[in-house]
């Protein structure tokens, strides 16, 4: 029998067991939310070229300025091709699978790093009325909502569970 170990997905736990069980899972998943397509060929090289392109086009018509440039622009000694990989989710029944991602060292990295510079601290100020970042900032917030007399016997909580939500998204160009 082939094993697997693999970190799971919450818990900080390892996960051992069939990798024949766990192919199947995947499979299962890859059929389940058809959101995702088998390559036959490695588009890495024109993806790169792509942003190269792209970022040579704004450089030349000075949409951006040279260190902007120059911080965005991919190494491509560095870069690698986005892959997917799964991890467990021994806390569900059934153990299912959740889909990463690994994107860094994607030819996109730099522009997405030096993006977020720009718009998360724009967008942390415009939502930090409503956004809880852990179990600490939730208690904060319930306290906040207590004193203005808004917590009440009849204040109802809920929680969702919403699967492969990043599959659900259109994924259009």
């Given amino acids: ?20 069980e766990f192919e199947k899972k995947a499979q299962k998943f ?13 588009p890495f090289n024109e993806i ?11 450089r030349g018509k000075n949409f951006i300025r040279k260190w902007q440039y120059e911080q965005m ?5 560095n ?4 892959h997917l990989y799964f991890n467990p989710k021994t806390h569900k029944d059934g153990i299912p699978v959740r889909p990463i991602e690994s994107t860094i060292h994607a030819s996109t990295t730099k522009i997405s790093k030096f993006l977020d510079k720009i718009l998360r601290p724009i967008f942390d100020d415009k939502c930090k009325d409503t956004t809880i970042i852990d179990g600490a900032s939730l208690i904060t917030e319930l306290s906040k909502y207590n004193k203005k007399g808004l917590l009440k ?19 259009e160009e």
């Avoid at 890859?30 to 490695?42: G, P, Y």
């Avoid at 790169?48 to 704004?58: A, C, F, H, R, S």
């Avoid at 622009?73 to 000694?77: G, I, S």
Wanted: aromatic share 10%; hydrophobic share 40%; net charge negative.
């Fill in 1 to 20: 029998m082939n094993l697997i170990i693999r970190v799971t997905d919450k818990g900080n736990n390892f996960y051992i067991g069939s990798a024949i």
């Fill in 30 to 42: 890859f059929t389940d939310t058809n959101a995702f397509i088998e390559l036959s060929s490695n």
């Fill in 79 to 82: 870069c690698e091709l986005a």
């Fill in 153 to 171: 016997p009849t204040t109802l909580f809920c929680t969702f569970d919403i699967r492969n939500l990043y599959t659900m998204l259109p994924q």
């Fill in 73 to 77: 622009m991919p190494d491509r000694t």
């Fill in 48 to 58: 790169l070229d792509k942003v190269i392109q792209l970022l040579n086009t704004l």
